[in-house]
């Protein structure tokens, strides 16, 4: 190209060149005069006024390092800080700051699933719908596991009722559930349970034990653990917990592992679904007082340094209002 380019332009060595390869004059001296041009120079993006300083960043750095915070999520971390009366920079920013330590990794993929008929479940309250299911835990020896049944409310993500036995059954979902409806006054025609197409989920002792109480069954499709995603949602946070054994001892440990976890996660954990709440604070109707007393730590944080946010006052996530079990599709009108 520099030899070609050292020729006098308009020459007619270059037409001929130009017409044997096919390419145009025009775009011929565009690329010469691009490779005679110097580069420019590399000017790197300056500093947003409102940024955090670097002693700031490595503030909130040390504190997600913290034995308290090592294994939560930014969300998590945020939140409980924000309860306590503390805010340092948004969710998003404590992502980026993990992000340039590279200390963020997603930790599986997810499966995606084809699309059929799907169940279409909405609750707008507590004890409207629920969701159970039985995941299996690893016993001692190869090849013995435990049972684990758990009873969700979808709208408030509260574990109404859990058990941990040697054997899948029907017979012992059926004491379980009826404890649960009596305790949240569950009354006839007031609650819908979701669950998969497991041998227990559509056993005719549980049909019947519904049909007595006056509570409506719903079910997945076959094959489709997207159709029950509240109580695989609540196996994967059990079993992600730093705590969570390969194998578990005893039906005893086993016991002692689930007390303990169902505790902290309906009276400590914060879950995103439900605007970074508890789920007994969504069950027992605190969320309103916890969002405003949310809102007005907020307040006084865009007071102190309002150069930091871009969007005017910052608001908590937005409280649950209503929960699906896959939301319906809004077709789109055809214009005629």
Known sequence: MDAVAALPPGGGLIGAACAALCLSRASFHRRAATARRPPAPFRPRPRPARALAVPERQAVLDLLREPRFVDQPPAEVYAELLDQGLYH?????????????????????????????????????????????????????????????????????????????????????????????????????????????????????????????????????????????????????????????????SIQDAKAFCRRFFQWYNAEHHHLGIGLMTPNQVHYGQADEIYEARKQTLENAFLANPNRFVKNIPSPPDKPTAVWINPPQIKPEIQA
């Open 89 to 249: 920079c948004s969710i998003r920013t404590m992502y980026r700051i993990l992000h340039e330590n590279g200390e963020v990794k997603e930790r599986r993929q997810q499966l995606r699933h084809p699309v059929y008929k799907k169940p279409e479940l909405i609750a707008e309250s507590p004890n409207q719908v629920w969701s159970w299911d039985i995941t299996k835990l690893m016993g001692p020896a190869k090849w013995t596991y435990f049972y684990l049944y758990a009873i969700i409310d979808i709208f408030s993500r509260r574990v109404v009722a859990w058990l941990v036995a040697d054997a899948e059954s029907a017979a012992l979902f059926k004491p379980l559930f009826e404890d649960a409806a009596a305790k949240h006054g569950v009354l006839p025609g007031q609650l819908t349970l979701h669950a998969d197409r497991g041998p227990s989920m559509k056993a005719k002792a549980t049909a019947l034990l519904l049909a007595d109480l006056g509570v409506t069954k719903s079910h997945s499709r076959p094959y489709t653990s997207n159709d029950n995603p509240f109580s695989e949602s609540l196996f994967k946070t059990c079993k992600y917990q730093p705590q969570f054994p390969e194998r578990f001892g």
